[in-house]
């Protein structure tokens, strides 16, 4: 048997984000997991969870490494977004045999003064003491953003699907270096898997320019694609099929698929 897929979602988000992909990588032979974040398995309508506003990308992280320990084997991470970022934080503990980056959060250490970038989460950054409270987005935003290569259908069933998000985590990532204690930051010397880096050329979130930032980090244990016709929702746009395939087609490459040779 391969190794286990952990599929990791980001901001915003439930494991829903998940449903075009997971079936087409069950199909192909693999076990998947997509677990929730701390706190993002509630009702999109209801109220935010009272302790989001203060959660860490450490307690993110520690509860996805703590699902990893009860796997029979260590995990290939595929990580979107925020999830992306965590999967970084995840092998570089050693808890991953291989990781997919798609359009990820960069780690501390890499600017990230895009003016994209900042439009994205100025709504949360002008928002008094954000880093201690929760945070929802307008569709406005959303649709202007995240979902730019949707429908208005499209966009608006997913922004519906969508839940609050930790003032805290968004803090560790944008403004990292005054977070004291670090959390995004990922030593690249401790992460000795091979890494899928996927960039959407046409993403305002996490621009081509950073990903390849990201890619670089790791030398050659990083693959870098660059989707020509993506921009940050690569879960979804039209093509997600071509994404999925090219994902299949890198595990091969590394022997981490059904009947392969694993290490």
């Given at each position: 048997?391969?190794?286990?897929?952990?599929?990791?979602?980001?901001?915003?988000a439930?494991?829903?984000?998940?449903d075009n992909y997971?079936?087409?990588?069950?199909?192909?032979?693999y076990?998947?997991?997509t677990?929730?974040?701390?706190?993002?398995?509630?009702d999109?309508k209801?109220?935010p969870?009272?302790?989001?506003g203060t959660?860490?990308?450490?307690?993110?992280?520690?509860d996805?490494?703590?699902?990893?320990?009860?796997l029979?084997a260590t995990?290939?991470?595929?990580?979107?977004?925020?999830g992306?970022?965590l999967?970084?934080l995840?092998?570089?503990?050693?808890?991953?045999?291989?990781a997919?980056?798609?359009?990820?959060?960069?780690?501390?250490?890499?600017?990230?003064f895009?003016?994209?970038?900042?439009?994205?989460f100025?709504?949360v950054?002008?928002t008094?003491?954000?880093?201690?409270?929760?945070h929802?987005r307008?569709?406005?935003?959303?649709?202007?953003t995240?979902f730019?290569h949707l429908s208005?259908?499209?966009?608006?069933?997913?922004?519906?699907?969508g839940?609050?998000?930790s003032g805290?985590?968004?803090?560790?990532?944008?403004?990292?270096?005054?977070?004291p204690?670090r959390?995004?930051?990922?030593?690249a010397?401790?992460?000795?898997?091979?890494?899928?880096?996927?960039?959407?050329?046409?993403d305002?979130?996490?621009p081509?320019?950073?990903v390849?930032?990201?890619?670089?980090?790791?030398?050659?244990?990083?693959?870098?694609?660059?989707l020509?016709?993506?921009?940050?929702?690569?879960?979804?746009e039209?093509?997600?099929?071509?994404?999925?395939?090219?994902?299949l087609?890198?595990?091969?490459?590394?022997?981490?698929?059904p009947?392969?040779?694993?290490?």
């Open positions: 048997m391969p190794p286990p897929l952990v599929l990791i979602h980001g901001m915003w439930t494991p829903s984000v998940w997971k079936p087409v990588l069950e199909a192909a032979g076990e998947v997991h677990p929730a974040l701390r706190h993002h398995d509630v999109p209801g109220p969870p009272e302790a989001l959660t860490s990308l450490t307690d993110y992280v520690d996805l490494a703590a699902l990893i320990e009860t029979p995990p290939i991470l595929i990580g979107h977004s925020m992306g970022l999967a970084q995840l092998a570089a503990r050693g808890l991953a045999t291989a997919v980056l798609l359009t990820p959060a960069p780690p501390a250490g890499l600017p990230n895009y003016p994209s970038v900042i439009a994205a100025w709504p950054l002008t008094w003491k954000f880093w201690q409270k929760p929802g307008s569709f406005a935003h959303a649709r202007r995240v730019v208005e259908q499209q966009a608006r069933e997913l922004y519906d699907q839940v609050w998000e805290r985590a968004i803090a560790e990532i944008g403004l990292w270096y005054l977070d204690k959390a995004a930051k990922v030593p010397e401790k992460v000795s898997c091979p890494l899928l880096v996927v960039a959407g050329r046409h305002g979130i996490t081509p320019g950073l390849r930032k990201i890619a670089s980090r790791y030398g050659d244990r990083a693959t870098y694609l660059e020509p016709n993506h921009a940050h929702w690569v879960l979804g039209p093509g997600w099929q071509i994404v999925v395939e090219d994902i087609c890198w595990l091969k490459q590394q022997e981490f698929y009947g392969g040779i694993y290490h």
